[in-house]
């Protein structure tokens, strides 16, 4: 049985065919010891199919595969990198399952990704080109979290509109060490370059506020 039901699958390929612009690549990376890399091969294997060709998946495995992804800067896995024609960069990531409500973000950030930019107000998107320091956000999330993919995307969109930022998705029990590091209590759980973190999946205008403080 497929981890996507045939009637997901069968509306994914609709929406791939007609909404699809640039090709997308999905940068997956497993290794030793990985709890879920065979379901998210399985998804994004899926993902690729469903495409028919506007996706393109390569596999790497962490240890075996170390000089061929340095330039990718993997830290820890499973790793599914977002990037693609329109959005050469390697900023917008997932570490852990995306499942669940999951799914969702990254659905969501390969249509973003294939079009090149996000969906976040002219505004927002102002002060987004203008931070010029280096943002990397974590953003602490689990499958069952209905509020968390709003969170994700929102890290995601900055990091589309500045190659600067960097959005992790961060599966908080498949990274239980870095969630009790951030003494992550509650998700989705935002931290901000190491040091400053925030609850709760802020409205645009707070969140990009939240990570404009940080940097001040």
Same mark, same amino acid.
């Given at each position: 049985?497929s981890?996507i ?14 909404k699809?612009?640039?090709s997308?690549?999905?940068i997956f ?21 469903l495409?028919?060709?506007? =996706?393109?998946?390569? @596999? ?10 340095? !330039?990718?800067?993997?830290? $820890? *896995? ?7 024609e329109?959005h050469?960069?390697y900023n917008?990531?997932f ?6 409500y999951e ?8 249509f ?7 969906h976040?107000s ?6 987004i080109?203008?931070i ?27 990091? =589309?509109?500045?190659? @600067? ?10 990274? !239980?060490?870095?969630?009790? $590091? *951030?003494?992550?209590m509650a ?6 370059n ?15 506020q939240?990570?404009k403080?940080?940097?001040?």
């Amino acid at each position: 049985m497929s981890l996507i039901d045939e009637k997901t699958q069968e509306h994914l390929k609709k929406d791939f065919k007609e909404k699809l612009e640039g090709s997308v690549k999905i940068i997956f990376v497993g290794g030793e010891g990985c709890m879920y890399c065979k379901e998210i091969e399985e998804i994004v294997t899926t993902l690729e199919k469903l495409s028919e060709g506007k =996706i393109v998946v390569e @596999k790497y495995d962490a240890q075996k595969d170390a000089e061929k992804i340095k !330039e990718y800067e993997v830290d $820890k *896995y499973p790793l599914l990198i977002i990037t693609g024609e329109k959005h050469p960069h390697y900023n917008v990531r997932f570490y852990g399952i995306p499942s669940g409500y999951e799914f969702i973000s990254l659905v969501e950030s390969i249509f973003m990704i294939s079009h090149g930019h996000s969906h976040l107000s002219p505004q927002t998107k102002e002060i987004i080109k203008g931070i010029d320091k280096d943002v990397h956000l974590q953003i602490f999330v689990t499958p069952t979290c209905p509020h968390c993919p709003r969170a994700v995307l929102m890290a995601h969109q900055m990091a =589309i509109e500045n190659p @600067k930022i960097r959005g992790d998705m961060i599966e908080a029990m498949e990274f !239980e060490e870095l969630a009790n $590091k *951030y003494k992550v209590m509650a998700v989705p759980k935002i931290v901000i370059n190491e040091e400053h973190s925030f609850e709760g999946a802020l409205p645009e205008p707070y969140f990009v506020q939240k990570v404009k403080e940080a940097l001040e």
